[in-house]
């Protein structure tokens, strides 16, 4: 196998800690058991300090061998595609699977993102509030059917979903039982510990280097 690295900034605030994507790419190589390393790129500048690897100068990328990419869900999806533990295997559980993950990256965190950098800038009522509550609300319903998005066990589709509903302003966005079940479900996991645990190491290491 290749070998797997995850790149992202070399230090970030401690806001962003627990958040920043790199987390989704080193969640789903510890549930394959990939091993991995990551390499950096520096937090000042970064808009412009690594176009060649993310031509909107965010993080993460990824690379494998000569392969490289970037955005959270390419990556996730490259690294579901070497692992059944994170794809089925059969054509219509992929096809489900693929179709949940751009789901939580186009109908759900496309809303969720901007309201919450909104309501971090001190307007919790905006003008997404309205749209937010009924994406919130129909995934409700989803949950209340089912325990897993796909093949009814756990794959990279409930892994970025998880990851986007997590934020804490989203979670405490109205009382929907089943999605903080749901999302309670899927953080439990040893290897999303492993990989919150490992991010905020890299971070606070970087603490002590700018000290």
């Known amino acids: 196998m290749s ?22 790419l080193r969640w789903a190589c ?20 690594h176009l060649e690897l993310q031509p909107f100068g965010q993080v993460p990328c990824l690379t494998d061998g000569e392969l490289q990419l970037f955005e959270s869900g390419a990556g996730l999806l490259h690294l579901a595609g070497k692992t059944g533990c994170l794809m089925p295997d059969d054509a219509a559980g992929r096809a489900h699977t693929l179709q ?23 307007h919790r009522d905006n003008d997404l509030t309205g ?17 897993w998005l796909v093949a009814n066990r756990f ?36 290897a999303f510990h492993q990989a919150l645990a490992d991010q905020m190491a890299h971070f606070r290491q970087a603490d002590s280097i700018r000290r």
Do not use: C, H
């Not at 070998?3 to 790199?22: A, H």
């Not at 794959?155 to 999302?183: C, K, N, S, W």
């Open 3 to 24: 070998e797997l690295t995850i790149w992202t900034y070399d230090w970030v605030p401690e806001g962003p800690r627990g958040f920043v994507r790199d987390l989704r």
């Open 30 to 49: 510890e549930e394959a058991g990939f091993p991995y390393v990551v390499q950096t790129i520096p937090f000042a500048e970064r808009e412009t300090n």
């Open 100 to 122: 949940w993950v751009i789901a939580a990256l186009n109908s759900v965190e496309m809303v969720s993102v901007p309201w919450w950098f909104l309501t971090l800038s001190g």
């Open 131 to 147: 749209w937010l509550d009924k994406r919130l609300e129909q995934l409700e319903q989803v949950f209340a059917r089912r325990d």
């Open 155 to 190: 794959t990279v589709a409930d892994l970025l979903m998880a990851d986007v509903l997590r934020v804490p302003d989203i979670r405490a966005f109205g009382q929907r039982a089943a999605t903080e079940a749901y999302v309670t479900r899927v953080t439990q996991r040893p």
